[in-house]
């Protein structure tokens, strides 16, 4: 959990919290996290700017790592107080054109993630490309890319299922393809496996405003 008090006023009380469910009843399949968009130290965003946008591909260089399928179940966009909109759009192995998850009208204050009603399958070799829309029209000054609030993010966060099959991170910096390797993003995501690798099922719940993103720890399908 992230918190901003640049002024350094005192006496703010924080109601946040946690709830936390397990359950010694093991589910069939463990799921997985997979980060998508664009590195926040690959882009910076110019003031006075009324829609830049900005582009993370997710190729088939990371992608084909994936083992058969894997299972979508939820989303989580995620950027801070310039984001406006944030889509993405996927494309099937064979180059014709899959679903596209977008909101139009994003809010710093009013994130969620958003369950499928249905899961969504993608197969080995998809590509994917998240695209966020900024308005800096009220700022003097390039905004950089990063993780505090008054920087900004551009990332979709896919839960799925099954674990095994998947990858953690699907991003392009500069020519490389970035999959599974010690970059931070990657780091928290296996800090959390090992915290949760004797936890059955875990749900992480927050309560009040989200500063930077949370994800499901834990959720056997």
Known sequence: MHYTNEKKVEGIIDSSGVRINYTSKLRQ?????????????????????EAYSVDGPCRTSC???????????????????????????FIKPDGTADVKWAENNYSFSHQMIYA????????????????CIYNSEGKSEKTLGGEETNQEMCINLLFYYPR??????CFLTGAED????????????????????????????????????????????
Do not use: W
């Open 29 to 49: 399949f463990d799921s997985g996290v997979m980060v998508t968009g664009k590195l926040h130290q690959d882009f910076e965003i110019p003031p006075g700017e």
């Open 63 to 89: 992608t084909n790592k994936i083992i058969d399928s894997i299972k979508v179940f939820a989303y989580f966009p995620h950027g801070h107080l310039l984001l406006r909109k944030i889509s993405t759009n």
């Open 116 to 131: 499928l009603d249905n899961p969504m399958e993608l197969s080995k070799g998809f590509e994917a490309t998240t695209t």
């Open 164 to 169: 095994e099959n998947g990858i953690k991170i």
């Open 178 to 221: 970035i999959c599974d390797n010690n970059s931070k993003i990657e780091r928290v995501i296996s800090i959390v496996d090992e915290l949760c690798g004797s936890v059955i099922f875990i749900r992480l719940f927050v309560l009040g405003m989200l500063y930077n993103f949370f994800f499901i720890l834990k959720h056997n399908f």
